[in-house]
């Protein structure tokens, strides 16, 4: 869009508020007041709003706080964090006394992420959030009261806390699957806030999967802001699971982004900021500081100042690790010198002390500061390790699992019924045909395609296209059908879970494609070992789940058995390689854990996980594990 040149601008503002002088309609006038600031740039935008009479505007008090609540966007948007911190907290007070409106609860929840992008500590943002989601609980508008359930699930990362953030993601997602409408923002934003509950109890691959699965929802409504922030949380997850490539792949990725967004100029800082953090992980000490020391240059370009002081330390270690002590003592002094950084870091407070006691020749509290580090972060792992903080991860995990199926069926249903549509529509055209002769071979012929398209559609939307067994959705589907029938006629049903140990190492050491037919081969051998009624299908990456109708746990354990022998005892040639893996196996029953599909399968998969925990190639029962 073009630019308003000055007179053409002054023009334009002066006819604008004589008509709204003239005639006074002030809902009117404030929505014509979004669009024109909306068509600008956010400071263009903040100019209209300073040459607004809001004074003689005639707006009423929930007017007033909507026009409060543009100048805090605005200002959000040009990171003038402290402007729109105190527009916000204008709108608020202009209706926090009145019955809960929208604006009320959008204000606290906005307040919340400005003074999250200026401090980056919960007990900052989270009072407004808190305060949000009360209100919202008052209101009657669905979408914020699930937008309020998410932010706040933020504040809860803790591992003694985590608890009531699932507890608040699981109330968002109920909400969403009630909805007539699909929010593919929302719905990015529970995946975000479910992969930073994961990321805090140290379950860094489901973190980094679902901050995955938000970036590709977010690419789907091309919102390049909040793909890049969720490259960021990927690429923070990577380096906690030693994945350079993935790291690595991320930076590309931000550094494109950055080029593309010309919006946000802060992320070229940040790219170079997590660029840094990448090659500092990998010993790769020039090329960090190369990149940590662009990042203080771009400095001026972000309001963030979490993410600046941070900047300082990274360089420090970087500087203390390349041997230049005398430059890492001089960032590490910069970084001390922000006494308003996040208290809740003080891991990262205490390197930057210890690396300023080191440059200042004391060594006694260099090496002191460094043991309380060990300890902290000690500490943290035990309380991370808590078992169950992990189950209650892993029973969020199991619950949005079963969320994204239902969406799939309903979208396989909504699909069957367009088929069913296309069917009567054709059938009624064919029925203006003369001859009956006529009319029956190509009804005859539309039939045949259509259901020949269906079975073929069907089995597509069931089948995992890499192994050919079940996929994922219709294994949860079929296998709770075959739990249900077995408990009504009081039959017993067994559930196993395995998969490949160390697979990770496979793909590592041959490559994906080597990967790949290993799962092929897994496939196949565990089929020829199966009777036919047994249902079985790929689950995840390299995890697999068998229901086995009318088997009692005694059966279960002998077929798991036969299952680990019949993979271990025999190895595999894909492409002149020869292969030799083996499985862990995890098995429950539903006469000794459970009546539905979701509870044995996470019974077996902690039996799995006890299984991989005493040396993997075993097969563990359920029940033992209690």
């Known amino acids: 869009m073009e630019r308003f040149s000055t007179r053409r601008f002054t023009a334009w503002l002066c006819s604008f508020l004589f008509v709204v002088s003239v005639n006074g309609f002030a809902n009117e006038a404030l929505i014509q007041l979004e669009k024109s600031a909306e068509a600008l740039s956010p400071a263009e935008g903040i100019e209209l709003l300073d040459q607004f009479d809001l004074d003689n505007s005639e707006f009423d008090a929930e007017s007033q706080a909507k026009f ?49 992008l200026q401090t980056n500590d919960p007990s900052v943002y989270c009072i407004d959030r808190k305060q949000a989601l009360i209100y919202a609980r008052q209101n009657d508008n669905s979408q914020l009261l699930t937008k309020a359930l998410t932010q706040n699930a933020f504040c809860y990362t803790e591992p003694a806390t985590v608890q009531i953030g699932i507890d608040l ?9 009630k909805s007539d409408k699909i929010n593919t923002h929302r719905k990015a934003m529970i995946y975000n806030a479910t992969g930073n509950l994961y990321r805090q109890v140290g379950l860094h691959q489901r973190g980094y999967e679902n901050f995955e699965k938000a970036y590709l929802a977010w690419q789907i409504i091309d919102d390049k802001e909040d793909m890049f922030n969720m490259q960021h949380n990927m690429l923070s997850e990577a380096l906690k699971l030693g994945d350079w490539s993935k790291a690595q792949q991320s930076i590309q990725v931000q550094f494109a982004l950055a080029k593309m967004t010309k919006g946000y100029k802060d992320l070229l800082f940040f790219a170079n900021l997590n660029a840094g953090r990448v090659a500092l992980r990998m010993n790769e000490f020039s090329e960090a500081i190369t990149h940590l020391e662009k990042a203080v240059s ?13 900047n300082y330390l990274f360089l420090a270690l970087a500087y203390l690790r390349n041997g230049d002590a005398d430059k890492a003592t001089e960032m590490a002094r910069k970084f001390t ?4 950084f996040s208290k809740n870091q003080q891991s990262m407070i205490l390197k930057g002390k210890a690396i300023v006691a080191l440059g200042d020749n004391r060594p006694v509290d260099a090496m002191n500061m460094l043991l309380k580090v060990i300890d902290s972060e000690r500490e943290v792992n035990q309380n991370i390790i808590n078992k169950k903080v992990i189950n209650s991860a892993l029973e969020h995990n199991a619950k949005l699992a079963v969320f994204e199926n239902q969406l799939l069926a309903n979208k396989l249903a909504i699909n069957e019924l367009n088929w069913e549509a296309a069917e009567d529509k054709e059938h009624i055209n064919e029925l203006k045909l003369s001859l009956f002769l006529v009319l029956v071979l190509v009804l005859f012929a539309m039939v045949m ?4 398209s269906q079975r073929s559609l069907r089995a597509r939307a069931q089948t995992d296209f890499l192994t050919g ?8 589907t079929r296998g709770q059908y075959l739990v249900e029938k077995a408990n009504r006629k009081q039959q017993s049903v067994a559930v196993i879970i395995f998969d490949i140990d160390n697979f990770k190492l496979i793909n590592d050491t041959h490559g994906h494609h080597i990967g790949d037919l290993a799962l092929q081969a897994l496939s196949k051998r565990a089929q020829a070992l199966l009777k036919k009624q047994d249902l079985i299908g790929r689950i995840g990456g390299e995890e697999f789940l068998i229901v086995l109708p009318n088997v009692n746990l005694k059966q279960a354990l002998v077929i798991s058995e036969r299952l680990r022998a019949g993979i271990a005892e025999q190895s595999f ?31 077996a998969d902690e039996a799995l996980y006890r299984a991989k925990f005493a040396g993997k190639n075993k097969v563990y029962i359920a029940a033992e594990c209690a």
């Open 469 to 476: 067994l079940y996929n994922r959705g219709y294994t949860f």
């Open 298 to 310: 771009l400095h001026y370009t972000t309001k963030e100042r979490y993410f600046k002081t941070s």
């Open 337 to 340: 010198q922000d006494e308003s």
């Open 169 to 177: 993601l699981e109330e968002a997602m109920t909400i969403v699957d």
């Open 449 to 452: 395609v259509l259901l020949y």
């Open 573 to 603: 040639s894909f492409d002149d390689i020869n292969l030799e893996f083996t499985i862990s196996l995890g098995v429950a029953d539903n006469l000794s854990e459970g009546k539905s599909l979701n509870d044995l399968a996470k019974y």
């Open 68 to 116: 409060y609540f543009l100048y805090g966007q605005l200002y959000e948007k040009t990171r003038q964090l402290d402007l729109s911190i105190a527009s916000y907290g204008k709108g608020i007070a202009f209706v926090k006394d009145l019955p809960v409106t929208d604006v009320l609860v959008d204000s606290y929840l906005e307040r919340s992420f400005a003074h999250y």
